[in-house]
């Protein structure tokens, strides 16, 4: 992963977008202001501007960006894809992280992700309903994620394989080794892994979504009672 420089990045930021500034803190930067666009949707043309904050942490990418609309414009709201504690959902991460890799470059975060959301956002609120339906929120979104795009048939299957791609990230073998999936094949010749992995995927922490998979397992095993 290359070193990250904020500092050149926002100022290739800024020239796209000059309503926006710059500011630091302990542990992440803060990038305020306006930002306009000018897009198609669906046959609609969707011009608009919002206030947004942005609160990128100083190991990004290995952690991503956190996107806030700060004009209280987007209320927090499921329907408005706007989570309790005021973040957008903008995509999962691995998503998010599979589009921007390898280079993560801020002026993609803000065009390829956050502008289409706000998009997404301001269609809308103009024809009530989102352009491209829905996927499911929460654990359940991340679950339904890894089934589709590595076509597994169910969560304890999605639950493995992240718990296999996180432990060979971890300790990479060489490729004249056995994969450790069960494919029986090389680990270089090992199609699965190397799906995800050609796309930068090697620097997503998978450990967050298996986390939230065995909570979520968890929960629902757990029997629920009446009150009295």
């Known amino acids: ?7 050149g990045e926002f100022k290739a930021l800024q020239k796209e ?21 000018s897009t198609v949707i669906s046959d609609k043309k969707i011009e608009d501007e919002y206030k947004i904050k942005l609160h990128i942490p100083k190991n990004y990418p290995k952690n991503m960006i956190s996107a806030y609309e700060a004009g209280g ?24 992280a599979r589009i921007l890799a390898p280079n993560y470059r801020l002026i993609d975060y803000v065009e390829k992700i956050l502008i289409g959301y706000l998009a997404q956002y301001s269609y809308f609120e103009k024809f009530k309903h ?25 969560t304890k299957s999605v639950l493995d394989f992240l718990k296999m791609l996180q ?12 994969c450790r999936c069960g494919c029986g094949k090389l680990y270089k010749n090992c199609k699965r892994q190397r799906k995800i992995l050609k796309y930068g995927q090697k620097s997503y922490d998978y450990l967050s979504d298996i ?18």
């Open 1 to 7: 992963m290359r070193y990250y420089n904020i500092k």
């Open 17 to 37: 977008y000059p309503c926006l500034e710059l500011k630091y803190g302990d542990d992440f930067y803060v990038i305020e202001g306006f930002i306009g666009f």
């Open 73 to 96: 414009r987007i209320s927090p709201a499921p329907d408005n894809h706007r989570n309790s504690d005021g973040t957008l959902c903008t995509g999962l991460p691995v998503e998010v």
């Open 130 to 154: 989102w352009p491209f339906g829905e996927a499911a929120h929460g654990t359940e979104g991340i679950v339904e994620y890894y089934k589709e795009r590595y076509n597994l048939p169910d």
């Open 167 to 178: 432990s060979c990230i971890q300790n990479r073998q060489k490729g004249y080794k056995r």
């Open 211 to 228: 986390k939230a998979i065995e909570d979520w397992l968890k929960s629902a095993a757990t029997p629920s009672y009446p009150s009295c």
